[in-house]
T-cell receptor, first 109, second 111 residues
Framework: KNEVEQSPQNLTAQEGEFITINCSYSVGISALHWLQQHPGGGIVSLFMLSSGKKKHGRLIATINIQEKHSSLHITASHPRDSAVYICAVTLGSSYKLIFGSGTRLLVRP | KAGVTQTPRYLIKTRGQQVTLSCSPISGHRSVSWYQQTPGQGLQFLFEYFSETQRNKGNFPGRFSGRQFSNSRSEMNVSTLELGDSALYLC??????????FGSGTRLTVV
């Protein structure tokens, strides 16, 4: 079993829809990260969370430490949101990132 | 403010050769970490350096090595290249090991 599990693996939405991507982890963490990767490879760090909720524009990330679960929400989705979204965790007191397999999102106009 | 710079962007090497990739972090960032991304294995942690010291290493063979210089620039080296080493290699920098800024990556093809 992978230490970081994401769902769904693929997601197609219509422009304007509310989108949720889920991430569950099975290890002790010091932080959880949501990353965005566009075709061509560049990765952008969207959020780093250790508790609670963060919001940036139309993106919202939440984490429940007790349930070892995090969600990334996109409100009013737009075709430019089409990308791969990756959940990653920093293990305990180490400096090691463990990645989920990613969610490929396609937003149709 | 300049971002994380990785050079070269693309590289083609022959099996058995060695390769050195470079990463220049954001000014003031002392932590540099390296990752390998392949279609089959996804993103995997290679190693992390802070103030010239390797603090953690992923599960990769000894052919993969790295170092960090006093100006925080980092290099990673892969010796005796194998076809399976073909991948996108990404580095990221951070001021305190959390909150990463990623470079655009080096795409290595081994033929």
């Amino acid at each position: 079993k992978n230490e970081v599990e994401q769902s769904p693996q693929n997601l197609t939405a219509q422009e304007g829809e509310f989108i949720t991507i889920n991430c569950s982890y099975s290890v002790g963490i010091s932080a959880l990260h949501w990353l965005q990767q566009h075709p061509g490879g560049g990765i952008v760090s969207l959020f780093m969370l250790s508790s609670g909720k963060k919001k940036h524009g139309r993106l919202i990330a939440t984490i429940n430490i007790q349930e070892k679960h995090s969600s990334l929400h996109i409100t009013a989705s737009h075709p430019r949101d089409s990308a791969v979204y990756i959940c990653a965790v920093t293990l305990g007191s180490s400096y090691k990132l463990i990645f989920g397999s990613g969610t490929r999102l396609l937003v149709r106009p | 403010k300049a971002g994380v710079t990785q050079t070269p962007r693309y590289l083609i090497k022959t099996r058995g050769q060695q390769v050195t990739l470079s990463c220049s972090p954001i000014s003031g960032h002392r932590s540099v970490s390296w990752y390998q991304q392949t279609p089959g294995q996804g993103l995997q942690f290679l190693f992390e350096y802070f103030s010239e010291t390797q603090r953690n290493k992923g599960n990769f063979p000894g052919r993969f090595s790295g170092r960090q210089f006093s100006n925080s620039r980092s290099e990673m080296n892969v010796s005796t290249l194998e076809l399976g080493d073909s991948a996108l290699y990404l580095c990221a920098s951070s001021p305190f090991s959390y909150g990463y800024t990623f470079g655009s990556g080096t795409r290595l093809t081994v033929v």
